[in-house]
Protein backbone atom coordinates (compact mmCIF):
# COMPACT_ATOMS: atom_id res chain seq x y z
CA UNK A 1 0.00 0.00 0.00
CA UNK A 2 3.10 2.34 0.81
CA UNK A 3 4.60 1.63 -2.77
CA UNK A 4 0.70 2.51 -4.20
CA UNK A 5 0.66 5.77 -2.63
CA UNK A 6 3.68 6.92 -3.53
CA UNK A 7 3.44 6.21 -7.16
CA UNK A 8 -0.22 8.09 -7.07
CA UNK A 9 1.68 10.31 -5.41
CA UNK A 10 4.66 10.95 -8.33
CA UNK A 11 1.65 10.74 -11.04
CA UNK A 12 -0.18 13.26 -9.96
CA UNK A 13 3.06 15.41 -9.78
CA UNK A 14 4.07 14.94 -12.96
CA UNK A 15 0.47 15.84 -14.27
CA UNK A 16 0.27 19.21 -12.49
CA UNK A 17 3.93 19.85 -13.46
CA UNK A 18 2.93 19.85 -17.11
CA UNK A 19 0.05 21.69 -16.77
CA UNK A 20 2.49 24.44 -14.75
CA UNK A 21 5.06 24.52 -18.03
CA UNK A 22 2.35 24.75 -20.44
CA UNK A 23 1.79 28.15 -18.37
CA UNK A 24 5.34 29.15 -18.90
CA UNK A 25 5.06 28.81 -22.72
CA UNK A 26 2.47 31.51 -22.91
CA UNK A 27 4.55 34.13 -20.78
CA UNK A 28 7.14 33.15 -23.01
CA UNK A 29 5.52 33.76 -25.94
CA UNK A 30 3.72 37.43 -24.68
CA UNK A 31 7.31 38.38 -24.10
CA UNK A 32 8.70 37.52 -27.24
CA UNK A 33 6.03 39.27 -28.99
CA UNK A 34 6.75 42.39 -26.98
CA UNK A 35 10.47 41.78 -27.98
CA UNK A 36 9.48 42.25 -30.95
CA UNK A 37 8.32 46.05 -30.80
CA UNK A 38 10.71 48.64 -31.01
CA UNK A 39 10.94 50.22 -27.29
CA UNK A 40 11.11 53.99 -27.33
CA UNK A 41 12.05 55.02 -23.63
CA UNK A 42 11.37 58.28 -22.68
CA UNK A 43 12.43 59.62 -19.16
CA UNK A 44 10.65 63.30 -17.90
CA UNK A 45 11.97 65.84 -16.28
CA UNK A 46 10.60 69.46 -15.05
CA UNK A 47 9.28 71.09 -18.70
CA UNK A 48 11.14 68.81 -20.59
CA UNK A 49 11.72 65.10 -21.97
CA UNK A 50 14.99 63.62 -22.07
CA UNK A 51 15.12 63.98 -26.44
CA UNK A 52 14.02 66.58 -28.24
CA UNK A 53 13.27 63.93 -31.13
CA UNK A 54 12.39 59.99 -31.28
CA UNK A 55 12.84 57.84 -34.64
CA UNK A 56 10.98 54.76 -35.52
CA UNK A 57 10.49 52.82 -38.23
CA UNK A 58 6.33 52.81 -39.81
CA UNK A 59 4.38 49.13 -39.44
CA UNK A 60 6.58 48.12 -36.47
CA UNK A 61 4.70 48.08 -33.30
CA UNK A 62 6.13 50.87 -30.30
CA UNK A 63 6.38 49.82 -26.95
CA UNK A 64 6.46 54.08 -25.50
CA UNK A 65 7.39 53.97 -21.27
CA UNK A 66 7.36 57.46 -19.27
CA UNK A 67 9.58 57.20 -16.48
CA UNK A 68 9.43 60.88 -14.79
CA UNK A 69 12.54 61.74 -12.74
CA UNK A 70 11.24 65.44 -11.25
CA UNK A 71 7.38 66.42 -11.26
CA UNK A 72 4.33 64.84 -12.55
CA UNK A 73 3.93 64.30 -16.30
CA UNK A 74 2.16 62.61 -18.86
CA UNK A 75 2.77 61.85 -22.71
CA UNK A 76 0.66 62.15 -25.57
CA UNK A 77 0.50 61.71 -29.21
CA UNK A 78 -2.82 62.59 -30.58
CA UNK A 79 -1.95 60.84 -33.63
CA UNK A 80 -1.82 57.18 -32.38
CA UNK A 81 -4.20 57.53 -29.41
CA UNK A 82 -1.43 57.59 -27.19
CA UNK A 83 -2.26 59.35 -23.40
CA UNK A 84 0.01 58.10 -20.80
CA UNK A 85 -1.03 59.69 -17.23
CA UNK A 86 2.20 59.54 -15.02
CA UNK A 87 4.41 56.72 -15.54
CA UNK A 88 3.71 54.11 -17.56
CA UNK A 89 3.19 52.47 -21.22
CA UNK A 90 1.61 52.20 -24.27
CA UNK A 91 1.83 50.10 -27.36
CA UNK A 92 1.17 51.62 -31.12
CA UNK A 93 2.05 51.36 -34.36
CA UNK A 94 2.84 53.76 -36.69
CA UNK A 95 1.67 53.15 -40.29
CA UNK A 96 2.86 56.19 -42.26
CA UNK A 97 5.71 57.69 -42.51
CA UNK A 98 6.12 61.64 -40.96
CA UNK A 99 6.76 63.96 -38.04
CA UNK A 100 4.33 63.67 -35.08
CA UNK A 101 4.08 65.93 -31.67
CA UNK A 102 4.89 64.42 -28.76
CA UNK A 103 3.34 66.78 -25.64
CA UNK A 104 3.07 66.29 -21.80
CA UNK A 105 -0.57 65.42 -21.28
CA UNK A 106 -0.68 66.11 -17.39
CA UNK A 107 -0.50 70.19 -16.17
CA UNK A 108 3.02 70.44 -14.65
CA UNK A 109 3.49 73.45 -13.53
CA UNK A 110 5.13 77.00 -15.67
CA UNK A 111 6.84 75.51 -18.49
CA UNK A 112 4.29 72.74 -18.93
CA UNK A 113 3.51 74.42 -22.46
CA UNK A 114 7.12 73.99 -23.99
CA UNK A 115 7.29 70.56 -23.01
CA UNK A 116 7.25 68.77 -26.56
CA UNK A 117 9.33 66.52 -28.22
CA UNK A 118 8.54 65.20 -32.16
CA UNK A 119 8.06 61.79 -33.11
CA UNK A 120 9.59 60.87 -36.54
CA UNK A 121 8.27 57.82 -38.34
CA UNK A 122 10.40 56.41 -41.27
Known amino acids: MKFSASALFL ?3 VFLSGCGGSDGGNESESTSENAEAQAMDVTATDFEFDQEEYTVNAGEPVNVSLTSQEGGHGLAIDNFDVDIQGE ?3 TFTPEEPGEYNIYCSV ?3 EGHADMTAT ?3 Q
Open 11 to 13: ALF
Open 88 to 90: GEA
Open 107 to 109: PCG
Open 119 to 121: LIV
